[in-house]
């Protein structure tokens, strides 16, 4: 019997990095728990909830991981919450509902390009859909388009980047992520440093309305939400990423965050 599909990719079958917290935080609540590749076709994805963890191979295949998800059931956050986050033009839809947002600008011509990046400073390229920093790059774009075009955030080689798990609509932990050398990607496969901090209220405050904007777009309720931020060069703390697919935990750095999912998924299990 299963409870709660967890769902990975092949390149790590046994789930995201330091699972063994959220898999131990899962037996002590007495859920049946699996781990499961999106890509699996010998899954019966109706045996249980379904839980998107950490499917990080889907840019180049994001058709067929939006078909996949259409196909399940019951999926945390939801197919049509999937298809909006995984474009990043839902940073301008975000800035124009009046939030905070790093400045975006959508590329889809090689070129309208030029006149993009001309209009700030110093511009960072990156794919309108993307995950894991790959294709981040500055000044130009390193791969085909469509892109996005945002004025490079300065402050993410000091203050860092920083990301707010909100789970079942409250704030709830904070982490800071710092680049290395050169690096503006604050990812660990870049060198980048993860730490646990106390959440700020700035921060916190920020989440939460967020995540109530999205709501609102999306006419629906978001189970789980990572929300990054950064501070702009006029000062103001504002979105860079908001990650209702696919957040890896920090599970490593917030051990609590491993318990606080688990409690959302017997949450979600006794709703029916
Ligand atoms: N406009 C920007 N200014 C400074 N750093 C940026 C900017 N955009 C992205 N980065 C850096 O690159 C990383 C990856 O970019 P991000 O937009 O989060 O894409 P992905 O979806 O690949 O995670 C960020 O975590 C940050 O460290
Ligand atoms: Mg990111």
Redesign the pocket.
């Known amino acids: 019997m299963t409870d709660v599909l967890l769902v990975t990719c092949s390149a790590l079958p046994d789930g995201e990095p330091s699972h063994e917290v959220l898999d131990a935080a899962l037996v002590d609540r007495q859920i049946n728990a699996r781990w499961v590749c999106w890509d699996d076709p010998d899954v019966d994805w109706s045996s249980g909830l379904v839980a998107v963890r950490s499917t990080w191979d889907y840019e180049a295949r994001v058709e067929e991981f939006l078909a996949w998800a259409r196909r399940v059931p019951r999926l945390m956050n939801g197919a049509a919450v999937f298809a909006w986050n995984t474009d ?1 033009a839902y940073l301008v839809e975000l800035a124009d509902a009046g939030l905070a947002v ?1 400045p975006t600008i959508v590329v889809g011509r090689a070129e309208d390009l030029p006149d993009a990046i001309g209009s700030f400073d110093e511009a ?1 390229v ?1 794919p309108q859909v ?5 294709g ?1 790059s500055i000044g130009s774009a390193t791969g085909p388009g469509p892109w996005v075009v ?4 300065d402050s ?1 080689r000091t203050e860092g ?1 920083s990301s707010v798990f909100v789970l079942g609509g409250e704030p709830l932990s904070m982490v800071r ?1 710092l ?1 290395a050398g050169d690096e ?4 660990e496969q870049y060198g ?1 440093t993860t730490v646990a901090i106390v959440p700020t209220s700035e921060a916190t405050g920020l989440a939460r309305r967020t995540v109530e904007v999205a709501e609102q777009i999306l006419g629906t309720r978001l189970d789980y939400a990572r929300v ?1 931020l ?1 501070r702009r060069a006029d000062g103001v703390l504002a979105l ?2 908001l990650e209702v697919t696919e957040p890896g935990l920090y599970l490593s750095e917030l051990p609590a965050n491993g318990h606080a999912f688990a409690d959302l998924v017997v949450r979600l299990l006794a709703e029916g």
């Open positions: 990043k790093v960072v990156k993307g995950a894991g920093g790959r981040v945002q004025p490079l955030v993410v980047e992520k680049p503006i990607r604050v990812q980048g990054d950064m860079s990423e």
